[in-house]
């Protein structure tokens, strides 16, 4: 199973595309993207081919449901507490 | 599976500067072969990065390499840069920055163009001239179309020093520091083969480091206790063999460490750790803690060290290596020899 | 800066993570005993091993690896094939991780030594481009790997195929191990981490009933360092109030329905039927293979595949000790086994799971094991640096 880091769409030529990830480039193939997919888009790579489209609206809902389960869990008010907690039980040997 | 044929040939993870090629050169390059040397003088069985051997109140300090790098032009540099820095940073790990001379022996295919050999021979002038080390002598041989690939190039070095620095140095409380971004070189080479199929201006680091270490060592002298440069097998190979030789726990902060924006994106994509990666143009310093400042701002003023940082410190305990990713821990294992793309 | 989607390094932002491993910490602690939780993603153990998470993991949550590495579980007979073909003269085109895995008498990798044309390639579309510059050689394409790299073999035998190339299968699928894992009478599991790449194909609508049926929740979560804690702390919370619901943490690659292009394209070109997954027994629907009408591209029509060709050499002694299988399940660690690291290591490995990038005993034996003691001074020194 590949690790999938996003790329960006930065030429489509029919259903080969050209993918930048953080300056390298690479072919992903479009045959099985289920979202039209342009110049610009994030798309999730494995061995080549693109299988989603990555809107980048989700990134920031991401990182928001994380925020969220650290507040329900009660965690998020003492992330001071927490950073400090963790750092004394790194010295202790946890 | 181990088969015959794998414990009586010699594979390509002999030659990849991981365990399976120090083993080799422990079991067999190294058998019978006495030091002949006076004691405190510096030889093989140190298997540093060269030899330092006493002559009146100095030291004399030679080192050999041989060059194999496919393809024999890449971006960022080629076969005869790669010849030149190679001897000359493994004679500056040693303290020595001065060089005395360089040999260049050449063996080429029958076949080879007279063009490319002219660049390379133009290559290796200039980055002698560049690090001040005139090659003195050679040696030419040429074999049949086929007998080998294109061109091998082997580079002997000699310099003079008053004061040698080993890879074996490290104490707990000792600071690590990396010159600047790691993995370019073989990140750079294995774009270059095209059969990734992956495009980028990765760029290899491949240059002469006498005239950075030279600085570095004006500042700090014999605070700089252990140099390394992290050629095959990366910097996890260094360190791995600057911990056994020193029996230090060395811990490495991931999050500290340089890496270039198309390197983490060739790791990534490839599946291979930059910590496991070739590099032509770095340098391993261990220093005293209380000099990492200085070695750290002379690095920052020569044009080879502008990303240098501290990525390590060492403490007590067995002779290993951990890794502090910023989100875990882990040890961090000698890597096995060629790094293979990860395939999914 | 680049821009957030380009940047997965936001979701390894180690404060976010000292959070979430804290709140991990204290929601295991809440149960007030051992919890145990499977992933089945050889990429997740990758991710996890790699990022050193098992060294923050809270001592209370066990963290199993299940038979989610597409390379171990690839069965004996099948490596077999494909090596047996290599001696028929058929060149054979792999991804990298198959190379090694042992047969029942030798790898590929040993199939290569002897002479044999095998290719390492990352990508099918490579197989192809091989098979394009020699129209007069057979070309094999070992397939190997689970739904998410299937739908791309899927992609190509729906595409225009050279004449000289066919596709040998091994391909699995990974919804019906869960079931048996959950099913097993002595499973401690009481919840499951599932592969995100794979989901965004599936969907997660398909572990409704699952949940369903075994009352054990599922959360689907993303590969960094973020989205492991954020999932496995979700998972914990679910088992620790018993909602036995799947939630999705991956919003950002998973829908309900998945990719359904992909899905078409997948059921259309295989079929799923039951087969051995080496190590475990027999998977219902486990395994895909080529449908009767893509015979004409499926090596194991147009070929007579001689597997007695092997068995000029014995299998090795070692084999019998391996435990592979019950590492695969979750039931023994590699530390249990008596060739871990000694007999079994990655240049000489005895079982798969040693081979493959993915295995969990190569797995902890590139990374140093599950929890190294990296307490005391090591611990001071974490963090002192940034």
Same mark, same amino acid.
């Given at each position: 199973?590949?690790?999938?880091?996003?790329?960006?769409?930065?030429?489509?030529?029919?259903?080969?595309?050209?993918?930048?990830?953080?300056?390298?480039?690479?072919?992903?193939?479009?045959?099985?993207?289920?979202?039209?997919?342009?110049?610009?888009?994030? $798309?999730?790579?494995?061995?080549?081919?693109? $299988?989603?489209?990555?809107?980048?609206?989700?990134?920031?809902?991401?990182?928001?449901?994380?925020?969220?389960?650290?507040?329900?869990?009660?965690?998020?008010?003492?992330?001071?507490?927490?950073?400090?907690?963790?750092? $004394?039980?790194?010295?202790?040997?946890? | 599976?181990?088969?015959?044929?794998?414990?009586?040939?010699?594979?390509?993870?002999?030659?990849?500067?991981?365990? @399976?090629?120090?083993?080799?050169? #422990?079991?067999?390059?190294?058998?019978?072969?006495?030091?002949?040397?006076?004691?405190?003088?510096?030889?093989?069985?140190?298997?540093?990065?060269?030899?330092?051997?006493?002559?009146?109140?100095?030291?004399?300090?030679?080192?050999?390499?041989?060059?194999?790098?496919?393809?024999?032009?890449?971006?960022?540099?080629?076969?005869?840069?790669?010849?030149?820095?190679?001897?000359?940073?493994?004679?500056?790990?040693?303290?020595?920055?001065?060089?005395?001379?360089?040999?260049?022996?050449?063996?080429?295919?029958?076949?080879?163009?007279?063009?490319?050999?002219?660049?390379?021979?133009?290559?290796?002038?200039?980055?002698?001239?560049?690090?001040?080390?005139?090659?003195?002598?050679?040696?030419?041989?040429?074999?049949?179309?086929?007998?080998?690939?294109?061109?091998?190039?082997?580079?002997?070095?000699?310099?003079?020093?008053?004061?040698?620095?080993?890879? @074996?140095?490290?104490?707990?409380?000792?600071?690590?520091?990396?010159?600047?971004?790691?993995?370019?070189?073989?990140?750079?080479?294995?774009?270059?083969?095209?059969?990734?199929?992956? #495009?980028?201006?990765?760029?290899?680091?491949?240059?002469?480091?006498?005239?950075?270490?030279?600085?570095?060592?004006?500042?700090?002298?014999?605070?700089?206790?252990?140099?390394?440069?992290?050629?095959?097998?990366?910097?996890?190979?260094?360190?791995?063999?600057?911990?056994?030789?020193?029996?230090?726990?060395?811990?490495?902060?991931?999050?500290?460490?340089?890496?270039?924006?198309?390197?983490?994106?060739?790791?990534?994509?490839?599946?291979?750790?930059?910590?496991?990666?070739?590099?032509?143009?770095?340098?391993?310093?261990?220093?005293?803690?209380?000099?990492?400042? @200085?070695?750290?701002?002379?690095?920052?003023?020569?044009?080879?060290?502008?990303? @240098?940082?501290?990525?390590?410190?060492?403490?007590?305990?067995?002779?290993?290596?951990?890794?502090?990713?910023?989100?875990?821990?882990?040890?961090?294992?000698?890597?096995?020899? #060629?790094?293979?793309?990860?395939?999914? | 800066?680049?821009?957030?989607?380009?940047?997965?390094?936001?979701?390894?932002?180690?404060?976010?993570?000292?959070?979430?491993?804290?709140?991990?910490?204290?929601?295991?602690?809440?149960?007030?005993?051992?919890?145990?939780?499977?992933?089945?993603?050889?990429?997740?153990?990758?991710?996890?091993?790699?990022?050193?998470?098992?060294?923050?993991?809270?001592?209370?949550? +066990?963290?199993?690896? !299940?038979?989610?590495?597409?390379?171990? =579980?690839?069965?004996?007979?099948?490596?077999?094939?494909?090596?047996?073909?290599?001696?028929?003269?058929?060149?054979?085109?792999?991804?990298?991780?198959?190379?090694?895995?042992?047969?029942?008498?030798?790898?590929?990798?040993?199939?290569?030594?002897?002479?044999?044309?095998?290719?390492?390639?990352?990508?099918?579309?490579?197989?192809?481009?091989?098979?394009?510059?020699?129209?007069?050689?057979?070309?094999?394409?070992?397939?190997? !790997?689970?739904?998410?790299?299937?739908?791309?073999?899927?992609?190509?035998?729906?595409?225009?195929?050279?004449?000289?190339?066919?596709?040998?299968?091994?391909?699995?699928?990974?919804?019906?191990?869960? /079931?048996?894992?959950?099913?097993?009478?002595?499973?401690?599991?009481?919840?499951?981490?599932?592969?995100?790449?794979?989901?965004?194909?599936?969907?997660?609508?398909?572990?409704?009933?699952?949940?369903?049926?075994?009352?054990?929740?599922?959360?689907?979560?993303?590969?960094?360092?973020?989205?492991?804690?954020?999932?496995?702390?979700?998972?914990?919370?679910?088992?620790?109030?018993? /909602?036995?619901?799947?939630?999705?943490?991956?919003?950002?690659?998973?829908?309900?329905? !998945?990719?359904?292009?992909?899905? /078409?394209?997948? &059921?259309?070109?295989?079929?799923? =039927?039951?087969? %051995?997954?080496?190590?475990?027994?027999?998977?219902? +629907?486990?395994?895909? %293979?080529?449908?009767?009408? &893509?015979?004409?591209?499926?090596?194991?029509? %147009?070929?007579?595949?001689?597997?007695?060709?092997?068995?000029?050499?014995?299998?090795?002694?070692?084999?019998? /000790?391996?435990?592979?299988?019950? =590492?695969?399940?979750?039931?023994?660690?590699?530390? +249990?086994?008596?060739?871990?690291?000694?007999?079994?290591?990655?240049?000489?490995?005895?079982?798969?799971?040693?081979?493959?990038?993915?295995?969990?005993?190569?797995?902890?034996?590139?990374? !140093?094991?599950?929890?190294?003691?990296?307490?005391?001074?090591?611990?001071?020194?974490?963090?002192?640096?940034?």
């Amino acid at each position: 199973m590949c690790l999938g880091v996003p790329g960006r769409i930065v030429a489509i030529n029919g259903l080969v595309a050209t993918a930048d990830f953080w300056g390298m480039r690479r072919e992903v193939r479009l045959e099985l993207v289920d979202q039209p997919v342009e110049v610009g888009d994030y $798309i999730l790579n494995h061995v080549g081919y693109a $299988i989603r489209r990555i809107p980048e609206i989700e990134i920031q809902a991401t990182l928001d449901l994380y925020e969220e389960l650290l507040r329900e869990a009660g965690a998020s008010n003492d992330l001071m507490a927490a950073d400090v907690k963790a750092e $004394i039980d790194a010295t202790n040997g946890r | 599976m181990r088969t015959a044929l794998a414990d009586e040939r010699i594979l390509m993870k002999h030659g990849a500067g991981g365990r @399976a090629m120090r083993r080799l050169i #422990e079991d067999v390059m190294m058998a019978g072969l006495g030091d002949g040397l006076k004691p405190g003088d510096i030889g093989l069985r140190a298997m540093d990065d060269g030899a330092a051997i006493r002559v009146g109140d100095k030291w004399l300090v030679m080192t050999t390499d041989s060059h194999v790098v496919h393809p024999i032009f890449f971006p960022g540099g080629d076969i005869g840069r790669l010849a030149v820095s190679g001897t000359v940073n493994d004679l500056s790990m040693m303290g020595a920055t001065e060089v005395l001379g360089l040999t260049c022996a050449v063996v080429l295919e029958e076949g080879f163009s007279r063009d490319n050999l002219i660049r390379v021979q133009m290559s290796m002038r200039d980055t002698a001239l560049e690090a001040g080390a005139p090659i003195v002598t050679g040696d030419t041989k040429v074999m049949g179309r086929g007998e080998l690939d294109g061109i091998i190039l082997n580079t002997t070095g000699v310099a003079i020093t008053d004061h040698i620095v080993t890879d @074996a140095g490290l104490q707990p409380g000792d600071m690590l520091i990396v010159t600047g971004t790691i993995g370019d070189h073989g990140f750079a080479v294995m774009t270059a083969r095209h059969n990734l199929a992956l #495009e980028g201006h990765l760029v290899s680091d491949v240059a002469p480091l006498n005239g950075m270490v030279r600085s570095v060592l004006m500042v700090a002298g014999r605070d700089v206790v252990a140099m390394k440069d992290p050629t095959r097998g990366g910097v996890s190979s260094a360190v791995h063999e600057m911990a056994a030789k020193a029996r230090v726990t060395i811990v490495l902060d991931e999050p500290s460490i340089p890496v270039s924006d198309e390197a983490r994106a060739a790791s990534e994509l490839l599946g291979i750790d930059p910590l496991n990666v070739a590099n032509e143009g770095k340098a391993v310093i261990g220093v005293r803690p209380w000099a990492a400042k @200085a070695v750290l701002a002379a690095l920052h003023a020569h044009p080879l060290g502008q990303r @240098a940082a501290i990525v390590g410190q060492c403490v007590d305990g067995g002779a290993s290596v951990v890794l502090d990713t910023g989100v875990g821990r882990r040890l961090l294992v000698e890597p096995e020899g #060629e790094p293979l793309p990860r395939i999914c | 800066m680049p821009p957030m989607a380009a940047d997965p390094l936001k979701f390894r932002d180690p404060a976010r993570a000292r959070a979430l491993s804290s709140a991990l910490e204290a929601v295991t602690r809440q149960m007030g005993r051992e919890v145990s939780v499977m992933h089945v993603c050889g990429s997740h153990e990758q991710a996890i091993a790699r990022f050193g998470l098992r060294a923050v993991f809270p001592r209370g949550l +066990n963290v199993i690896m !299940g038979p989610g590495c597409p390379v171990c =579980i690839t069965d004996v007979p099948e490596v077999d094939e494909a090596i047996a073909l290599a001696r028929q003269g058929v060149h054979i085109a792999t991804y990298g991780d198959m190379l090694r895995v042992p047969g029942s008498s030798r790898s590929l990798a040993d199939a290569q030594a002897e002479g044999g044309h095998i290719h390492v390639v990352y990508s099918i579309r490579q197989a192809l481009d091989l098979a394009r510059s020699i129209p007069d050689e057979n070309v094999v394409f070992f397939a190997t !790997g689970f739904e998410t790299t299937a739908v791309t073999t899927a992609a190509v035998v729906l595409g225009e195929v050279p004449k000289n190339f066919s596709i040998l299968s091994a391909h699995k699928y990974i919804p019906p191990v869960m /079931e048996i894992v959950a099913e097993m009478p002595d499973t401690r599991v009481e919840g499951f981490l599932a592969a995100g790449h794979a989901a965004a194909i599936t969907g997660w609508g398909i572990f409704e009933d699952f949940v369903a049926h075994h009352d054990t929740p599922v959360v689907v979560a993303g590969f960094e360092p973020l989205d492991i804690l954020a999932g496995l702390l979700r998972l914990v919370e679910l088992v620790r109030d018993r /909602e036995h619901t799947v939630i999705n943490m991956f919003p950002r690659c998973v829908t309900r329905e !998945g990719n359904a292009r992909a899905q /078409e394209q997948l &059921w259309r070109v295989f079929r799923p =039927i039951g087969g %051995r997954w080496r190590g475990i027994a027999h998977v219902p +629907n486990g395994n895909l %293979r080529l449908r009767d009408e &893509w015979a004409h591209v499926d090596a194991r029509h %147009r070929f007579t595949i001689d597997l007695t060709s092997l068995w000029d050499q014995a299998p090795p002694a070692r084999a019998q /000790e391996c435990i592979c299988g019950d =590492i695969m399940a979750g039931i023994s660690s590699p530390d +249990n086994c008596p060739l871990f690291g000694t007999a079994c290591v990655p240049d000489a490995p005895v079982g798969a799971c040693m081979v493959s990038g993915e295995g969990t005993c190569r797995i902890w034996h590139q990374y !140093g094991g599950a929890r190294p003691d990296l307490s005391g001074s090591i611990g001071a020194v974490c963090g002192v640096l940034r």
